[in-house]
């Protein structure tokens, strides 16, 4: 895409142009300047934020349309089947999620604001282009009135053109809304009978080893549920004439919420009062951890680390890693899986082995054609979720990096964790993936497979260190032993003589 500057006929690239841009104010420094310079600086970029926004949906509806209308070509001429369309319309958004650095299905919502402002919403992209607007409020201009026609949603934009800069984002959905509610109602009663086919339940982690359960459901049943279980809570202060009974609910010190809480959970989970749930608990473990020097004063256990340097099992480095969820300090993790023993639960310790700084699973390889069994576990808790970059998602597939047809083989090495979209994506044209770094080799790095797009972008999916983000790096390797691994030492053989040399 290029442009003309001013009447001079020379062409310049608007990428280069924006890169330029970036460079400027990634050099620029607020120091030295008066309180209203700074306020003016602040005013201006958030003014620059929203035209960038209106300039980054124009650059996106135009992307994905022509990529669609191409795609539209060749189903219409026989070139493609319904089910080859349908995958190369989801690997454009899979290529605008990695250019817009977001997970997929945020991707998608980018697709559907970028239309709505360049088709739709005339009066609120005209404000988000002169910066009298932020991408936030213009998207919920667009989330209300999403269920109206093509012409409707015009009219609403209009109706809202004078309110658009001076109230809140409370009252700016208030007013979309009432917009939306007059101009088609049958449109809403649409709009929730199809909000209802989308109930779900989710789960995500929260803070301090807790996590949040997530029901999404018609309000009715909703409120309804938590009025029985709210109902249930305050009978338990009621006397039923059993001794026993209400000894029991007399001696029962927790809370409102947590009692809630835990009734909900047992329900769900089918397990009566007192029953305990089995469970499998993966502990990861560094090389130095079997290497015990002595106990302090305090009852605290040394351990040598590869470095040569000690440090304590009370603190510092003692810590661990659930796989899929992140840190819990290692004090913490004794308590609960104490706590699992001694109610008795059925609970399976799986000990994971890592290469030399705690980055690396030992891999193993297979002769089967699909990833299962622990071969499947391993590479799953090598990878935590979706390898590609900025999704995040859930592990659904294992996937053959290079693939089964093509001679790849069910390794470790030769493997890829994806979500369910991704691992269709990287089969549609254009799509090429590479293993750059097989992790097996000590001081090698982590797994890396190098992902391109149809457009020639690259980008590396890196399987991120055994114990989270965030942990300190590990020490640099010392110097190279003089025991050479022989070539046809298998990867572990390889791993326990780069240990005897540590």
Request: net charge negative; glycine share 10%; proline share 6%.
């Amino acid at each position: 895409m290029t442009e003309q500057t001013d009447g001079s006929g020379v062409e310049i690239s608007l990428p280069g142009v924006l890169a330029a841009s970036l460079s400027m104010l990634s050099a620029a420094r607020p120091e030295g300047l008066s309180e209203a310079e700074l306020l003016e600086v602040v005013s201006l970029l958030e003014a620059t934020k929203g035209a960038a926004a209106a300039l980054q949906a124009r650059a996106t509806a135009m992307f994905v349309e022509d990529r669609d209308e191409r795609i539209a070509r060749d189903r219409a001429d026989g070139v493609v089947s319904a089910r080859e369309a349908s995958c190369r319309r989801r690997a454009a958004r899979a290529e605008l999620a990695l250019a817009r650095r977001c997970a997929p299905g945020q991707a998608d919502r980018h697709v559907g604001l970028a239309k709505a402002l360049v088709h739709d919403l005339p009066y609120t992209m005209a404000a988000l282009t002169a910066g009298e607007l932020s991408e936030w409020r213009a998207t919920i201009v667009a989330r209300e009135t999403a269920c109206l026609s093509h012409e409707d949603r015009v009219e609403a934009d209009r109706r809202l053109a004078g309110c658009l800069r001076s109230v809140g984002d409370r009252e700016l959905a208030a007013a979309a809304h009432r917009a939306s509610a007059d101009l088609d109602a049958e449109a809403f009663v649409r709009r929730r009978r199809k909000a209802a086919a989308s109930r779900n339940v989710s789960v995500r982690p929260a803070a301090d080893g807790m996590a949040w359960l997530s029901i999404l459901g018609p309000l009715a049943d909703v409120v309804g549920a938590f009025a029985a279980l709210k109902k249930a809570e305050q009978s338990r202060y009621v006397a039923t004439g059993d001794p026993a009974v209400d000894a029991a609910r007399a001696s029962d010190e927790r809370g409102r919420g947590a009692w809630m809480a835990d009734t909900a959970l047992e329900l769900l989970s089918g397990r009566t009062e007192g029953q305990v749930q089995p469970v499998e608990v993966g502990l990861v473990m560094r090389e130095e951890a079997i290497v015990r020097t002595g106990e302090g004063s305090d009852g605290s256990v040394f351990f040598r680390s590869g470095n040569g340097r000690d440090f304590t099992g009370a603190g510092g480095r003692d810590e661990v890693e659930v796989p899929g969820w992140g840190a819990m300090p290692g004090e913490m993790a004794r308590e609960h899986l104490l706590r699992l023993c001694d109610a008795g639960t059925a609970t399976w310790l799986r000990r994971l082995w890592t290469a030399p700084g705690g980055t690396n699973l030992v891999a193993m390889d297979s002769k089967r054609r699909l990833f299962s069994g622990v071969l499947r576990q391993l590479i799953e808790l090598r990878d935590a979720t979706c390898r590609v970059p900025f999704c995040g998602a859930p592990i659904r597939d294992i996937d053959h990096v290079r693939p089964h047809a093509r001679g790849g083989e069910t390794s470790a090495a030769n493997a890829m964790s994806d979500c369910q979209g991704h691992n269709l994506v990287k089969e549609a044209p254009g799509w090429r993936a590479e293993v750059t770094s097989t992790g097996l080799d000590p001081g090698g790095g982590p797994h890396e497979v190098t992902l391109t797009t149809p457009t020639g972008s690259e980008y590396i999916c890196t399987a991120p260190p055994l114990l989270g983000h965030g942990r300190p790096h590990p020490p640099p390797p010392r110097s190279a032993p003089a025991l050479v691994p022989d070539l046809m030492w298998s990867p572990v053989e390889t791993h326990l003589a780069s240990m005897f040399a540590a």
